[in-house]
């Protein structure tokens, strides 16, 4: 990231999300992909998303406010608990715990499915609220 170069080999200064990613990459909110990618165009999965809501909520000190809970007694729940990939894991786990979600009906977590624009305006509100910024 020297001299303002992008950490991911997809992403050009010259874009105008290049910025706001190099940010969310400085704050480890995004990790990109193992190929070194990012792909910005992509559609966004829930459990992705959630994984950066969970790392701004470490930012934002609202993580630290949460006890420690087992993994099984917080997605069990869920139907789909299983399809939760091990590395979202945490970042679901916290979510819940937080309120930040409750899935999408109650018993489904559809972790693979993709997040919708107003989901993200939901979990981005709640995430404010109870870090107390707004």
């Not at 910005?40 to 969970?54: G, K, N």
């Not at 107003?118 to 707004?134: D, F, G």
Request: with cysteine; proline share 4%.
């Amino acid at each position: 990231m020297e001299n303002g170069a992008s950490p991911f080999s997809d992403v050009k200064g010259a874009e105008w999300y290049a910025s706001a990613i190099q940010t969310a990459y400085s704050y480890k909110l995004i990790d990109g992909l193992n190929d070194g990618t990012f792909r910005p165009t992509d559609s966004v999965t829930r459990e992705q998303a959630i994984a950066i809501l969970a790392k701004a909520m470490e930012i934002t000190g609202l993580k630290a406010k949460l006890p420690a809970v087992e993994a099984s007694e917080s997605l069990r729940p869920f139907a789909d608990a299983d399809s939760v990939s091990k590395w979202a894991q945490p970042g679901m786990i916290s979510c819940l715990q937080a309120g930040m979600i409750s899935g999408r009906n109650g018993t489904q977590l559809a972790p693979k499915a993709f997040i919708t624009r107003a989901e993200v305006a939901e979990i981005v509100q709640k995430l404010l609220q109870k870090s107390e910024l707004i």
